[in-house]
């Protein structure tokens, strides 16, 4: 019997879906932390590139990343 039939996801699946998680925990590590230190001052870092635009690509990016993993089919 075929050990590869038992299981749903393969190993190919699985690193498919650790990029896919990586991607967004970068997301969310970029998206983090420029608040200000004592909560009255205003902080403009809190608006830049990296936090507007860039890390929400990469969550949305990580997402279909995963998706995609869970619907990998090996043609063997």
Do not use: H, W
Request: aromatic share 14%.
């Amino acid at each position: 019997m075929d050990n590869n039939k038992d299981f749903v996801f393969t190993k190919k699946n699985y690193q498919i879906l650790l990029i896919g998680i990586a991607l967004i925990l970068l997301g969310f590590l970029l998206m983090r932390g420029g608040g200000s230190d004592d909560g009255v001052s205003y902080n403009p870092e809190i608006f830049s590139f990296s936090r507007i635009t860039l890390a929400p690509i990469l969550i949305v990016a990580g997402l279909i990343v995963d998706v995609y993993a869970i619907f990998y089919r090996d043609n063997k």
